[in-house]
């Protein structure tokens, strides 16, 4: 299942290290932290692919690209082998490995060619440029709430608590007793959204911009 959590704009290790505790159910095979100075990245793994492999923050090019991510890219194997092609020497037998050399040579424009399930997080230090991505139908959740660290994201809004001033959301609470269901990109919880599916964000200390990679025709 795996999960992660991330702070865009500010560098929060041990604070990123306790909200991986609240999760750890989500991932018992290994958990790991990544700190910048405009970004904290933090992941709790189940392994599955490559388990000796693979461990997140998945780090490349000698620590300019980091990558935490939840899910599985069903043709990776496919993608590895234009990787290769291309010059690229992979060392693990995982997809981990494969989403962060693609999306360093493609970024945003090299989304759709992932086929799967996945919410993840792409930091580019030289850049200071962090890409945010969920996969199409939103099988995997990736929430968002501004804080005044900055842009804070993860896999359950349970990791996010102690950051927020927790307020309901009477709009989602409505739709859920009508509906059994939240409609839409918000939640229960007053100032969490959900990063829409198909959907990406890039951040950079200058300014974020959403974009879209994939909507159902």
């Not at 505790?21 to 189940?46: F, K, Q, W």
Request: hydrophobic fraction near 45%.
């Amino acid at each position: 299942m795996c999960g992660l959590i991330g702070i865009a704009g500010a560098r929060r290790p041990d604070r990123v290290r306790a909200a991986l505790d609240l999760i750890a159910h989500r991932g018992p095979d290994g958990s790991g932290v990544y700190a910048d100075d405009g970004v904290t990245l933090g992941h709790n793994r189940l392994a599955i692919l490559d388990p000796a492999h693979g461990a997140q923050p998945f780090v490349i090019d000698d620590g300019r690209y980091v990558l935490v991510y939840n899910g599985e890219v069903y043709n990776f194997r496919d993608l590895a082998a234009r990787l290769t092609a291309r010059g690229v020497r992979l060392t693990t037998r995982c997809d981990t490995e494969v989403v962060a050399y693609w999306l360093r040579d493609f970024g945003a424009d090299g989304l759709a060619a992932f086929n799967g399930m996945f919410a993840l997080a792409f930091w580019d230090r030289d850049e200071r440029r962090l890409l945010l991505a969920r996969d199409r139908f939103g099988m995997k959740p990736l929430y968002l709430a501004d804080t005044p660290d900055g842009l804070l994201f993860a896999s359950e809004i349970k990791a996010m608590l102690p950051w927020l001033e927790v307020r309901p959301n009477p709009a989602a609470i409505r739709e859920f007793l009508t509906f059994q269901n939240v409609i839409g990109l918000h939640s229960f919880f007053d100032g969490v959204s959900q990063l829409e599916p198909g959907g990406y964000l890039a951040w950079t200390p200058a300014g974020r911009r959403d974009g879209a990679f994939w909507r159902l025709a």
